[in-house]
């Protein structure tokens, strides 16, 4: 089983390595300016990104980046479950395998939490 807090803190030091790139830098300028036109809460723009990543195969890191921000911005196993159904529904066998990363990535975290 994976460590999600282990791969999130690799995920960090990766992207710190990164940080005086002027690509990266202007990655993190466009995702922050993608989360302040958004009319959506918080919660709501992760399980959309979180779906996206999902469906579109990304990798392990990155899912379990944006469930860790769907926890800190208070989202809910349930919320969380419905939203991977429905990815589930359309990526398939693949989005099952990364839903499950997901859903294990949620409740190690929420397990630390408690």
């Known amino acids: 089983m994976m460590d ?5 803190d690799e995920h960090q030091r990766q992207m710190g390595k990164m940080a005086d790139s002027p690509i990266m ?4 300028k466009l995702c922050m300016e993608g989360y302040e036109v958004s009319t ?12 996206m990543v999902i469906a579109v195969n990304s990798s ?7 469930v860790e921000m769907y ?5 809910n196993r349930e919320d969380l479950v419905s939203t991977l ?4 529904l ?14 294990d990535g949620y409740d190690q975290l929420a397990a630390a939490k408690n």
């Open 4 to 8: 999600a807090r282990k791969v999130l």
């Open 25 to 28: 830098q202007n990655f993190i």
């Open 40 to 51: 959506l809460d918080a919660k709501t723009n992760q399980l959309i990104i979180l779906a």
């Open 60 to 66: 392990e890191a990155i899912i379990l980046s944006h």
């Open 71 to 75: 926890f800190n911005a208070g989202g």
């Open 85 to 88: 159904n429905l990815v589930i």
């Open 90 to 103: 359309v990526a398939g066998g693949p989005g099952l395998a990364w839903a499950g990363v997901g859903l």
